[in-house]
T-cell receptor
Framework: EPEVTQTPSHQVTQMGQEVILRCVPI?????FYWYRQILGQKVEFLVS????????KSEIFDDQFSVERPDGSNFTLKIRSTKLEDSAMYFC???????????FGSGTQLSVL | SQELEQSPQSLIVQEGKNLTINCTSS?????LYWYKQKYGEGLIFLMM?????EEKSHEKITAKLDEKKQQSSLHITASQPSHAGIYLC???????????FGSGTKLNVKP
């Protein structure tokens, strides 16, 4: 079965640094998502992306966050100036159509020190 | 806010026992999905339900969506240690661009 790939699997960064989390969605999918899960908490929606623009974003997705699909295959999440509370597992997901099953990557564990 | 409520929050069962996890929404569910997450890992798709009254099974796991499409249950028959993990229900509640998850049910199966 096709997979969503996320890199790196773990990232450690200093507070205030910029990080870019990378995802390669399934090649024919059109909808892309980022979710995060703080340790011991629920999986939270961050943003959805379709047709090269943000479709929806949550209140978590503030000006420190941005997403990009730079080259037609990668889908990235950038955090401009990381805070301690950004430490979480970040999941990328994609689907072919809206309302269809989301395929999730295995996540990037971000630790902000 | 808790658009999707799951119960119980955690569950410990003896191997071989049956168990049920529930997911309740305050809104009509356009699609209800069940995922499994192994501790510290990614989300594995289990099943998707779209029609009221629909029931699907895969191996020893059965999921149902009630007629009113506001509640779903996941039933595991003769549980095994491999069933341990966190079970998440997810749904499109408002539109297809924002997919919500419940808070999850942690399942431990004692050998």
């Amino acid at each position: 079965e096709p997979e969503v790939t996320q890199t790196p699997s773990h990232q450690v960064t200093q507070m205030g640094q910029e990080v870019i989390l990378r995802c390669v969605p399934i090649s024919n999918h059109l909808y892309f998502y980022w979710y995060r899960q703080i340790l011991g908490q629920k999986v939270e929606f961050l943003v959805s992306f379709y047709n090269n623009e943000i479709s929806e974003k949550s209140e978590i997705f503030d000006d420190q966050f941005s997403v990009e699909r730079p080259d037609g295959s990668n889908f990235t999440l950038k955090i401009r100036s990381t805070k301690l509370e950004d430490s979480a597992m970040y999941f990328c997901a994609s689907s072919y159509r809206g309302g269809e099953k989301l395929f999730f990557g295995s996540g990037t564990q971000l630790s902000v020190l | 806010s808790q658009e999707l409520e799951q119960s119980p929050q955690s569950l410990i069962v003896q191997e071989g026992k049956n168990l049920t996890i529930n997911c309740t929404s305050s809104k009509t569910l356009y699609g209800l999905y069940w995922y499994k997450q192994k501790y510290g890992e990614g989300l594995i798709f289990l099943m998707m339900l779209q029609k009221g009254g629909e029931e699907k099974s895969h191996e020893k796991i059965t999921a149902k969506l009630d007629e009113k499409k506001q509640q779903s249950s996941l039933h595991i028959t003769a549980s095994q240690p491999s069933h341990a993990g966190i079970y998440l229900c997810g749904a499109d509640l408002y539109n297809f661009n924002k997919f919500y998850f419940g808070s999850g049910t942690k399942l431990n199966v004692k050998p």
